[in-house]
């Protein structure tokens, strides 16, 4: 970027924080970076730009790289949640893309600060995240990256099943957070001997019936506290990536809102910039590129920005700006989404019948029960650690809380081995195909079923 480019960039965003300030907006101050391609996508596929190293990142890049490279999609920027809050600006932006990019992570840092979901997030994430990927450097020097990488495939493959909501009944991000030294060790001594365990630690028993009486949503704690086999830098690795997988959770509750409100303020904000006829015709395309909808699916930029501008009109600024404060996208759209906005969105569930994709149903009722269940638990399926000494094996039981989407039957049996490399011994998984309750099984050298 030029010089003179850079000088009226650094104008725009004084007068747009200054615009965003006046219309009560409350943000994070604010670090802006202009970014070549290459370190833009980079930290999009990562998710942050300090973090471990794995193959999946890797693959994500160079699909996300090529579809930059063939024009089919762009990424114009990304804004991490942190104090100060940091921005990543493409530097083949034109000035015009950037004020609307700088309007548009304003209302985004305005929304992590002041979100309730967002509260407890540790906003020296990018700091802990390069802690994180020093250790696993660390370990893959000592005990090979062959083994430390496969490690990370099992905990990545179950990252996902954490309780967020620990986050609220604890106090800290991770509940529990074992003690741990600033380098890896021989392997020797116990440093989770003398940290704090929770309630349940104890041993679950199974009824007389053999199903496992109690659960618990936070697999990844569950095994990181009970496993038998795990060593100290593999538990270590489980309760770090936990803290990462708390620290999205958030974003992941929130997508639709987070971007709706980032979506209605960069409208808002820019309509009463100055702008040139050229600039104008630019943020109108602009605009209408990132609001299309989607051939199938949902964009959370249209839905959001529609359901906040439907409330700005009819409930006032103050009623948004409490809104944006205490829900969450499941709370949003059961207490928002109406059927004016869904006839003028043209809303409809749809699903496939024979070799065709029909629609079922327009009524708002049905779209909005059938958007709500996709948000649930960040829209992945709902496991829960039941037993950890099943049928007094030492094995472990998994039960999935079927509401009714099955499980794909290709990823149980890609997964449970995963699970056993973490556990140890075989590992169970309930849930329900076709209408029966089935229980999966892998020993450790083959997969079974049982109805």
């Known amino acids: 970027m030029q010089p003179r480019d850079m000088e009226l960039l650094e104008r725009a965003i004084e007068e747009i924080t200054d615009r965003a300030?006046?219309?009560g907006l409350d943000f994070f101050p604010m670090r802006y970076e202009i970014t070549p391609p290459d370190i833009l996508y980079s930290i999009g596929a990562y998710g942050m730009p300090t973090r471990f190293s794995h193959w999946s990142f890797g693959k994500a890049y160079y699909r996300m790289k090529t579809d930059y490279d063939f024009g089919l999609s762009k990424i114009y920027e990304l804004v991490i949640n942190s104090d100060p809050c940091y921005?990543?600006?493409?530097?083949?932006?034109s000035l015009l893309q950037n004020k609307l990019i700088v309007a548009h992570v304003l209302a985004h840092s305005d929304f992590f600060k002041n979100n309730a979901y967002f509260s407890l997030t540790n906003r020296n994430m990018v700091e802990s995240m390069a802690v994180t990927a020093r250790r696993i450097r660390a370990w893959e020097e000592q005990y090979g990256r062959k083994t430390v990488e496969s490690f990370l495939d099992a905990v990545l493959s179950i990252n996902e099943h954490v309780d967020p909501h620990a986050v609220f009944r604890d106090g800290t991000p991770t509940g529990y957070r074992p003690r741990l030294q600033e380098e890896p060790d021989d392997g020797r001594r116990n440093r989770f001997a003398d940290s704090p365990r929770d309630d349940g630690a104890a041993r679950h028993s199974a009824s007389d019936s053999g199903r496992p009486q109690k659960e618990e949503k936070d697999v990844v704690r569950f095994i990181a506290d009970r496993s038998p086999v795990l060593e100290d830098w593999e538990r270590e690795i489980m309760y770090r990536l936990r803290d990462e997988m708390l620290y999205f959770w958030p974003q992941l509750e929130t997508k639709i809102m987070n971007e709706g409100w980032a979506t209605f303020?960069?409208?808002?904000?820019?309509r009463e910039m100055d702008l040139d006829e050229e600039e104008a015709v630019?943020?109108?395309?602009?605009?209408?590129?990132?609001i299309q909808p989607p051939v199938t699916g949902i964009n959370p930029y249209l839905l959001g920005w529609k359901m906040f501008v439907w409330l700005d009109r009819n409930l006032g600024r103050e009623a948004i700006f409490d809104i944006r404060a205490t829900e969450s996208d499941v709370s949003f759209l059961r207490n928002y989404l109406n059927k004016e906005l869904?006839?003028?969105m043209d809303l409809f569930v749809f699903r496939r019948s024979g070799d065709q994709w029909k629609i079922t149903s327009k009524d708002?009722?049905?779209?909005?029960?059938?958007?709500?269940r996709s948000r649930i638990n960040g829209g992945y399926p709902y496991i829960v650690?039941?037993?950890?000494?099943?049928?007094n094996r030492g094995e472990l039981y998994l039960l999935h809380r079927y509401d009714g989407t099955e499980l794909d039957t290709r990823y149980i049996a890609k997964t449970l081995p995963l699970v056993h490399r973490l556990w140890g011994r075989s590992v169970h998984l309930e849930t329900v195909i076709s209408g029966q309750n089935v229980r999966y099984t892998w020993d450790g050298e083959k997969l079974s079923h049982r109805v």
């Open 342 to 344: 869904a006839e003028e």
């Open 87 to 93: 921005a990543f600006l493409l530097e083949s932006n």
């Open 364 to 372: 708002v009722e049905e779209v909005r029960e059938h958007l709500i």
């Open 21 to 23: 300030v006046a219309a």
């Open 282 to 290: 630019e943020f109108a395309a602009m605009h209408a590129r990132l």
């Open 385 to 391: 650690a039941c037993d950890d000494n099943y049928q």
């Open 265 to 270: 303020w960069h409208v808002q904000i820019l």
